[in-house]
């Protein structure tokens, strides 16, 4: 039954624990043909994903942990260059939601730096898909694809399916490109790991929260 447009929102959020059952491709094929319906610029529709099933996405969380722990940062779309003021505050906030749920205190960077090399081990998801948009696009082209990314996350959730995207994994874009194959032309933008929830997860214990709208929306608008 499909869900109001509300609830799924309300529903989705970045999970960072999974069961370990796969997901059938006629379900993840459904909800990638509901992701091509979003807009883009002159219908370009800039997104291309591959996707892993149970057995490629396990030989890839190996690999890409490994090759975490002792490469270096480079990714083919700049990182942002410093988050400031309110921006900083909700990061912050996030970051210790999700520390506090798995048991790791101020101070402990230890502690963090395991949670955070869990992006790498792909948060345990028996799937895994990477997206990438043409490099001439530029800019325009990441934010059709950003469009693109929100509408597969809903698309999930509406079939019982959690995902967390993940810009981490473009920040080995050489490891990325060379394992999928992915032609120079191309960016690496981010990555998507999905499957069942595993409702029983520390790191699934907590929900973020969203600003006021007075904080995101100004209005020029006069009632006639």
Not at 53 to 73: F, M, Q
Not at 173 to 199: H, K, Q
Request: hydrophobic share 40%; charged share 20%.
């Amino acid at each position: 039954m499909t869900q109001p447009f509300r609830t799924l929102l309300d529903a989705r959020y970045s999970c960072r624990g999974y069961l370990a059952d796969p997901i059938p491709r006629p379900l993840v094929e459904s909800a990638l043909q509901d992701a091509q319906r979003v807009p883009s610029w002159c219908n370009s529709q800039p997104w291309h994903v591959t996707l892993c099933g149970a057995e490629e996405t396990e030989r890839l969380r190996g690999a890409l942990y490994a090759h975490a722990l002792s490469a270096g940062h480079q990714s083919d779309v700049p990182f942002p260059a410093a988050y400031e003021g309110i921006y900083k505050d909700r990061r912050r906030v996030c970051g210790w939601q999700l520390y506090d749920a798995v048991g790791v205190e101020k101070g402990d960077r230890a502690g963090s730096g395991r949670q955070m090399m869990e992006n790498f081990r792909l948060f345990g998801a028996p799937h895994f898909l990477l997206v990438t948009t043409p490099r001439a696009l530029g800019a325009y082209g990441i934010l059709d694809c950003g469009a693109y990314v929100t509408a597969l996350t809903l698309a999930l959730q509406e079939r019982g399916i959690a995902s967390v995207p993940m810009a981490s994994v473009a920040g080995y874009a050489p490891f990325m490109r060379d394992w999928f194959s992915i032609a120079d032309d191309r960016d690496i933008l981010c990555g998507i790991a999905f499957g069942r929830a595993d409702p029983d997860h520390p790191a699934n214990a907590f929900r973020t929260e969203r600003a006021p709208l007075a904080e995101a929306a100004d209005w020029r608008w006069s009632d006639e």
